[in-house]
C-alpha cells in the first residue's frame, strides 16, 4: 500500500512540475507589447518608415515583439509621449530633435544653427557616438538609439521668398519647436509659435501664422494652395528626428529580443540618411510639379542669415561652454 500511494505521489509531483513548467513557457512565449508613436499623418515618410520598421521588428522576433503604432498623434504628441516614456504606455517615439530640447535644453546643441551636415553625419562612426552623447544628457529612463534625417528646413509662405533675413520681419512663422529655433526667428524679427505639423494647413488658412519653417515633408502636408514658395538658405538648419526609446524597458528584454531590437534600428539608421536626401529631393521636385517656386538665398544672403545665426547660438555656448567645446572637439574629429 505504502508502495503504490509512493508512485501516485510520485506521479502527483510530476504532472504538477509538468503543469508548473508548461506554464512558465507560455509565459515566457507570450508576446512582448511594444508600443510606437508619432504625431505626423500615415502619409508621411516618417510615418510609413516607423510601420515598415515595426512590421520588420514583428517578422525577425517570429511574432514575440507584439508592435503597435499610433499615427499622427492619435494616442500621444510627441512631447507627451516623451513624458509617457518609462510608465509602460509607449516603448519609442521618434520625435523631432528640437522636442528633446523641453526635458534637456542640453540637446539643442544638435539643433544650432549651421551646425550638423550631412558631411558629418555621414561619416564612419560619427552618428553612434553623437547618440550616445546624447544619452547622456536625458534622464536615465531614455536612450537615444541615433538620429535620422529628414531634410534642410526651408521657409514656406504664399507669394514671398524669403532670400534675406529682412523678409522676416514681422513674419509669425511656425516651427517645430525648440528655444534655439525661437531665439533664431526672434533674431531675424520674426514671432515663432510651436504647434503640431497637423495644424499647420488650417492655421495658415486662418491666419494665425504668416509661414511655416519645415521641411519638404512639410511642404508637401500643407500643399501649394496653401504656401506656393519655398525658401532654402543653404546650411542654416538641418532637422532631425530623433530615435528614442524607453531604457528599461530595452535591456529587459529576454531572449535576444534586444538583440533584434538593435540590429534593426542599427540596419536602417545606416541606410536611412542617405535614403532621406534622395526622398527629400524627390519631395521637393514632386511639389515643383504642383506649381511651387523654389527660392534659394544666394552667398551674400546666408552670410547674413549666418551672422544672426552665431547671436542666437551664442547664447547657448554661454550658458553650455562644456558642451559646446565638447561638440566642436566632436566635428573636427569627422571632419576630415
Not at 512590421?55 to 509617457?84: F, N, P, Q
Not at 547618440?131 to 531614455?142: E, F, H, M, Q, R
Not at 534675406?164 to 512663422?173: D, F, H, I, S
Not at 541606410?271 to 510639379?289: C, G
Amino acid at each position: 500500500m505504502q508502495s503504490i500511494l509512493k508512485k501516485v505521489a510520485k506521479i502527483t509531483i510530476l504532472s504538477a512540475s509538468l503543469v508548473l513548467c508548461a506554464g512558465v513557457q507560455a509565459q515566457e512565449q507570450k508576446p512582448i507589447q511594444m508600443v510606437l508613436t508619432n504625431a505626423i499623418a500615415t502619409t508621411h515618410w516618417g510615418s510609413q518608415l516607423m510601420q515598415e520598421y515595426a512590421d520588420e521588428l514583428e517578422t525577425r522576433s517570429g511574432g514575440r515583439i507584439d508592435t503597435r503604432v499610433y499615427h499622427g498623434g492619435t494616442l500621444y504628441k510627441d512631447k507627451d509621449a516623451l513624458a509617457a516614456l518609462g510608465t509602460g504606455t509607449v516603448h519609442m517615439v521618434w520625435p523631432v530633435s528640437v522636442q528633446l530640447e523641453s526635458i534637456s535644453p542640453q540637446y539643442g546643441v544638435v539643433n544650432l544653427p549651421f551646425a550638423i551636415t550631412d558631411e558629418l553625419m555621414q561619416a564612419d562612426g560619427a552618428a553612434p557616438e553623437l547618440a550616445k552623447t546624447l544619452s547622456g544628457y536625458l534622464p536615465d529612463n531614455l536612450e537615444v538609439l541615433g538620429l535620422m534625417r529628414t531634410a534642410e528646413l526651408i521657409f514656406l509662405f504664399d507669394e514671398l521668398g524669403v532670400d534675406a533675413p529682412n523678409k522676416l520681419q514681422g513674419e509669425k512663422v511656425r516651427l517645430t519647436g525648440g528655444k534655439v529655433l525661437q531665439s533664431l526667428m526672434r533674431g531675424y524679427g520674426a514671432s515663432p509659435i510651436s504647434m503640431p505639423a497637423s495644424e499647420m494647413a488650417t492655421a495658415m488658412m486662418q491666419g494665425a501664422i504668416d509661414g511655416i519653417f519645415s521641411s519638404a515633408g512639410g511642404w508637401e502636408m500643407v500643399g501649394v494652395d496653401v504656401a506656393d514658395t519655398a525658401t532654402l538658405v543653404p546650411g542654416l538648419s538641418l532637422l532631425t528626428y530623433s530615435v528614442v526609446v524607453d531604457k528599461a524597458w530595452l535591456n529587459d528584454l529576454p531572449d535576444g529580443l534586444r538583440e533584434i531590437v538593435m540590429d534593426t534600428t542599427n540596419e536602417m539608421l545606416a541606410t536611412q540618411w542617405k535614403e532621406a536626401i534622395e526622398d527629400d529631393l524627390s519631395t521637393r521636385n514632386h511639389m515643383l510639379e504642383q506649381g511651387g517656386k523654389w527660392v534659394v538665398a544666394d552667398e551674400a544672403s546666408v552670410q547674413k542669415f549666418r551672422k544672426v545665426a552665431e547671436s542666437a547660438s551664442e547664447q547657448f555656448v554661454s550658458r553650455y561652454p562644456k558642451i559646446w567645446d565638447d561638440f566642436v572637439e566632436f566635428k573636427n574629429k569627422y571632419n576630415k
